[in-house]
């Protein structure tokens, strides 16, 4: 009976667009489903540095150097306030980091993918970072609170992250020859895994009806990618570039752009740990965590000295 | 001449705090906890910072005498391992986590006395510069001191780790204090004040500073490590392949 009545009020509460807080009864799939998802959104800030930290000390100008290692920094911050959210679900922070290095928790399938040139770091400001906005705004208003308050910093500054990529190939894009082709490749090479990042078609996603419902989502899969498809499509032609999918063209009844098939396997190879990163990632991750084992300890350990030498001050 | 001189004096400045952000910036995702990498790279971000306000002034100083065209870019990307006037300790490897933070703190404290200094110079853009930059230099050696006594009195471990970095670096530092020509103040004069600042922390840290140890020279000069012709390879890269462009 009170399992009832008080799943009958939390969901009046989301119906009446009031916050889930940490503090409130919530159905245990809720609590499931948003610890899964913050974790895996921190987890993916944190894998979001490395395939850009790995243009750090080539940047080709001070300026860009500056700007992309800020950029970077952005995402260890997006990181912490992501992991504090996810840990009033009732997770501590070293048990989410230990999950994601053991390889159990997921992160966002495009970090996979290998940053090769210079001009990758305009395309995954573009197109990974303008894919994950448009998810991210939504997010603004999802249901659970600290969730929904994370996500309206994060959005500030992804939207910047976002108009510097598209800054970066603009200049490369008014180059020369060489600084054209290193655009178009790069655009090539993240389109088709940027529209995957909007996750499994509709048909095929099991969470996405009670996400709904409980306003964890509000649109869904194929809506946001259809949102962003048609977003680049527009955007694209200020660079003077294509997009790789000869299927791409306008429809002027839907009033949205059509698209080509996405390659599935691909897609649900990458997130079987099959992409061409995804050994690197963990390897990189385990190897700054195992490392950094004794830094905490120490750090730990310098703490517990301080606080007994101030514990014996005062007795 | 008074020119030239100043011109070396700032690209050595320069050449410090860029190569010093350089190495640092390798922690970057890389770090042991992810509060410390984001502190890190502030500090990586600062000396930027830094390293920029100093090409840029070097720039116009070279464009003025040499009717160049040179900018803070060409002077960072265009200049080979011996025109690098950096001191050697900034190109040194990272090494563990307790080495990268001594290095920031051997060097910040030396910093933060040049800067002192440097501020009252008569050269009002370097005095500007320096003023501007000891707000960051005086987070830089907190946040180092902070973990130089962390770690000396941490774990055995992490103790361990603090006197080996030292005896790595130590070597290194006698090299801020070499008088040449083109320094903008006396630096020996502020020897001792920089020995009293690392003896305080190293008291609080269980740490000593060696006795007398043969000191690396040749930074200034632009004669380097071994290390210094790869950082410049990687750093300088796609300017070197793509010359003249705008990226």
Known sequence: ?????????????????????????????????????????????IVGMLPEGNWISRAPSLKRKAILIAKVQDEAG???????????????????????????????????????????????????????????????????????????????EESFHQRQGFEILLILSKGSKAQREMCQDAINRWWWPSLMMFGPKDSESTNSDQSIKWKIKRKTNDELRQQFVDMIAEQIKLLGMTLPDKDLKWNDKTKHYDFGEINWDE?????????????????????AHDEGAWVREAAIAFAEKRKSNINTKAA | MINQKTINATLHLADTTLILAQKNSEWCAHGPILEQDI??????LDLIGQSRM???????LINEVENKNETEDTLAYFRSEREFKNFLIAELPNGDWAQTILRQFFFSCFHQLLFEKLQHIEDKQISAIAVKSLKEINYHVKWSSEWVIRLGDGTLESHSRMVKAIEILWPYTGEFFNAEENDLIEVKKIKSNWIQK?????????????????MQTGGKQGIHTEHLGYILTEMQSLQRAYPGLEW
């Not at chain 1, 649900?268 to 061409?276: C, D, E, I, L, Y």
């Not at chain 1, 990163?277 to 190897?287: F, M, S």
């Not at chain 2, 502190?39 to 990586?44: E, V």
């Open chain 2, 39 to 44: 502190a890190i790279t502030n500090i990586t």
């Open chain 2, 54 to 60: 100093f090409y840029q002034y070097a720039a116009e």
């Open chain 1, 78 to 156: 997006h990181g912490l306030y992501l992991y504090s959210a996810a840990e009033t679900l009732g997770m501590s922070r070293e048990q989410m980091v230990a999950d994601l290095n053991s390889g159990k928790a997921k992160y966002s399938s495009i970090f996979n993918y290998p940053t090769l040139t210079w001009a990758d770091m305009g395309a995954v400001g573009w197109l990974v970072d303008g894919a994950a906005i448009l998810n991210q705004v939504m997010l603004c208003r999802t249901s659970y609170g600290p969730y929904a308050r994370a996500m309206v910093r994060i959005c500030k």
């Open chain 1, 1 to 45: 009976m009170f399992l009832q009545e008080a799943e009958k009020t939390f969901q009046e509460k989301i119906d009446s667009e009031i916050k889930i807080e940490p503090k409130d009864w919530m159905p245990e799939a809720f609590r499931k489903t948003n610890l899964r998802q913050i974790s895996q959104h921190a987890h993916s800030e």
């Open chain 1, 267 to 287: 897609f649900w190879n990458v997130v079987k740990g099959n992409g061409p990163c995804n050994k690197d990632r963990l390897i990189a991750r385990n190897k």
């Open chain 2, 198 to 214: 690392i003896e305080a922390v190293f008291f609080e840290a269980n740490l000593l500073i060696p006795g007398n140890v043969f």
